[in-house]
């Protein structure tokens, strides 16, 4: 140090030299943590659980012989929503887990299509099959803001009371079907209707 007690030169040019390495650091220690934590990264908490389904109208995918996704149409049935695309991949990899649940007629599956191509949407269900009730298109994305979308895919629960019960990100495998969505659902319909 100088006697006015600044840093000298050399001091200072340590400190500019440990500064990013110490906060690179630490950084990276919470990073680790959260890593080994062993929290399951498709449970992002979702401040619309527990409240009403957002209230949703979106008009029916032309051409796809099925009515738009109303929130309306939630009341008194337990409801999977979910958000997809067919330019998704990770859509396509969860698609035949989506088709297994379609074929438990205790809940129905609405889907909420995400700034998608009509045609390729058609196509998509066309080729993989169709497990949903009802289809809306959200053109522009308004719709999955409301719903607290971080992206595509991402599953929904409603209960019959018309509030979520869960939300899963990302797609849903056959495991995460069986431990985790499952339950939440059978929960659900276990649920008196109020």
């Not at 029916?60 to 109303?70: R, V, W």
């Not at 929130?71 to 035949?96: D, I």
Request: hydrophobic share 45%.
């Amino acid at each position: 140090m100088s006697a006015a007690g600044t840093p000298s030169a050399p001091g200072r040019r340590r400190l500019v030299v440990l500064a990013p390495v110490a906060i690179f650091l630490a950084l990276a220690a919470i990073f680790l943590a959260q890593l080994l934590s062993g929290r399951d990264a498709a449970t992002i908490p979702s401040a619309l659980i527990g409240h009403p389904a957002p209230q949703t109208r979106l008009p029916p995918l032309d051409g796809g012989g099925l009515p738009g996704l109303d929130s309306a149409s939630f009341a008194g049935k337990v409801t999977l929503v979910n958000v997809w695309a067919s330019w998704c991949a990770p859509c396509r990899q969860e698609h035949p887990v989506l088709m297994e649940l379609a074929r438990d007629g205790r809940f129905a599956i609405a889907g909420l299509n995400y700034k998608d191509d009509p045609g390729n949407a058609r196509r998509f269900l066309g080729t993989l099959g169709n497990p949903f009730a009802a289809v809306g298109v959200d053109g522009n994305g308004r719709a999955a803001i409301d719903w607290g979308v971080y992206g595509v895919p991402e599953t929904f629960l409603v209960g019959r009371d018309g509030r979520i019960l869960y939300k899963h990100v990302g797609p849903i495998s056959p495991d995460s079907a069986a431990r985790q969505l499952m339950p939440q659902i059978e929960k659900a319909l276990a649920a008196p209707a109020r």
